[in-house]
């Protein structure tokens, strides 16, 4: 992917986890969702993938679960909220 459609992808990730702010999303929830955005290439890599890059930037969480930590959920921050207003998204 170039940087405008890394760009995108990651909007397209903000977007889907600020729809159901509160909640928390899984990987496979977030691949299918960027699939009928149109990213065809999406996968449970990727995802995880630019999900560890939202992190990092603050504009996602990893939940805490305690059971089954190891499949991995994301929810919106502040941040990613602030982000996506700021775009007018």
């Not at 159901?20 to 290439?41: S, Y």
């Amino acid at each position: 992917m170039n940087s405008q459609t890394t760009e995108q992808f990651r909007i397209c990730l903000l977007q889907a986890l600020r729809e159901v702010a509160g909640d928390e999303l899984p990987a496979a929830t977030l691949v299918r969702g960027a699939k009928l955005a149109g990213f065809k290439d999406a996968d449970d890599r990727l995802v995880a993938a630019e999900m560890s890059y939202l992190v990092d930037k603050g504009m996602a969480a990893i939940a805490d679960k305690t059971l089954s930590p190891e499949n991995r959920e994301w929810r919106i921050t502040a941040s990613g909220r602030d982000y996506l207003a700021s775009r007018g998204l």
